[in-house]
C-alpha cells in the first residue's frame, strides 16, 4: 500500500521542515508528500527543497482537496491529511497508524492529539527524539478531555475529527471531499457526511498521539482560546455552519 502525505499550508516556511523530517523519519517507507500550499512567503520553497511535491492550496479544505486529486492521479491507495505544524510523535507513528486502520476495517479515521512543548528546543536532525509533550497540567486536562469526545463520538452518527486524517483515496472521491465553504468544524463536517454515506469510521488508538502545536493558545491566551473553542463547536452541535467570507473571523492571524 502506498500512502500520500497531504500537507495544507499557508506561510509555514519554519514549521513546515520539522513535520517533513518527523515525516522522513517514520519506519513506513512507501509514500509521497504533497504540500498544497496558500502562501507569500517561501513555504513552497522549502518544500521543494525536502522533495515534496507543491499542489495549489487555499483554505485547508481546498487543499486537502487539491492534495488528494493529486493522490488519485497517481494511483495511490491511502491518503493521510495532516496540518503543517504538527509533528509525528514516534517512528511508528504511520505503520501502527496504517496497521489499525486496516485491521479495524476502517474508511476513514481520526487521530488523538496533544500538544508538544515549544520551549524546548526542537533538533531539525532529530525531531521525534527531541520534540516532547507539553507538561503545563491546562493543556493536559483540556486535550484529554477533547480526545475523550473523540472516542465517545467515534460510533455515532455526528463523529468528530481534527488535525491528522487518514482516508482511502477512493472513499475521499466517492464523496466529493471537504467543504470548501466552511471556515470552521469543515473536518468533522466531513466525517458526519462519510459516515452518512455508509463509510466506516473511527478513532485511532494504537499509535502515540500526534504532536499539536499550542501556538494559538499561545498567542491569543490560553483561556480566551479554550472559552473560542467551547463556543464555535457549541455552534456546530447545534448545526450551525461557519461559511467563508462572513463579518465574523475567529481565527484571523
Not at 482560546?225 to 481565527?251: D, Q, S
Request: proline share 4%; aromatic share 12%; net charge positive.
Amino acid at each position: 500500500m502506498k500512502l500520500a502525505v497531504v500537507i495544507p499550508a499557508k506561510n509555514e516556511e519554519e514549521t513546515l521542515p520539522y513535520l517533513i523530517n518527523s515525516i522522513r523519519e517514520q519506519t513506513f517507507k512507501n509514500l509521497e508528500i504533497i504540500v498544497a500550499d496558500n502562501s507569500t512567503d517561501k513555504t513552497a520553497e522549502v518544500a521543494r527543497k525536502y522533495g515534496c511535491e507543491v499542489v495549489k492550496g487555499g483554505n485547508p479544505s481546498v487543499g486537502r482537496n487539491s492534495g488528494a486529486k493529486k493522490a488519485l492521479e497517481k494511483n495511490i491507495e491511502m491518503v493521510v491529511f495532516i496540518d503543517s505544524d504538527i509533528i509525528l510523535p514516534s517512528k511508528y507513528f504511520l505503520e501502527q497508524s496504517l496497521k489499525e486502520f486496516n485491521e479495524r476495517g476502517l474508511d476513514i479515521a481520526g487521530t488523538l492529539q496533544i500538544p508538544f512543548n515549544t520551549k524546548a528546543k526542537i533538533d531539525l536532525n532529530n525531531v521525534i527524539k527531541t520534540c516532547k509533550p507539553i507538561e503545563d497540567w491546562k493543556y493536559i486536562i483540556f486535550y484529554n478531555i477533547s480526545n475523550f469526545f473523540l472516542k465517545s463520538a467515534q460510533n455515532t452518527k455526528k463523529p468528530l475529527m481534527q488535525q491528522c486524517m487518514f482516508e482511502k483515496t477512493k472513499v475521499h472521491e466517492s464523496t466529493g471531499g471537504f467543504d470548501e465553504t466552511i471556515e470552521f468544524g469543515e473536518d468533522s463536517k466531513y466525517s458526519k457526511y462519510v459516515v452518512k454515506k455508509g463509510y466506516k469510521f473511527g478513532i485511532l488508538e494504537e499509535p502515540n498521539k500526534v504532536l499539536v502545536s499550542p501556538r494559538r493558545f499561545e498567542k491569543k491566551g490560553f483561556w480566551n482560546m479554550v472559552g473560542t473553542y467551547i463556543y464555535l463547536n457549541a455552534r456546530i452541535l447545534l448545526g450551525h455552519e461557519f461559511k467563508i467570507n462572513k463579518k465574523v473571523k475567529y481565527f484571523e492571524e
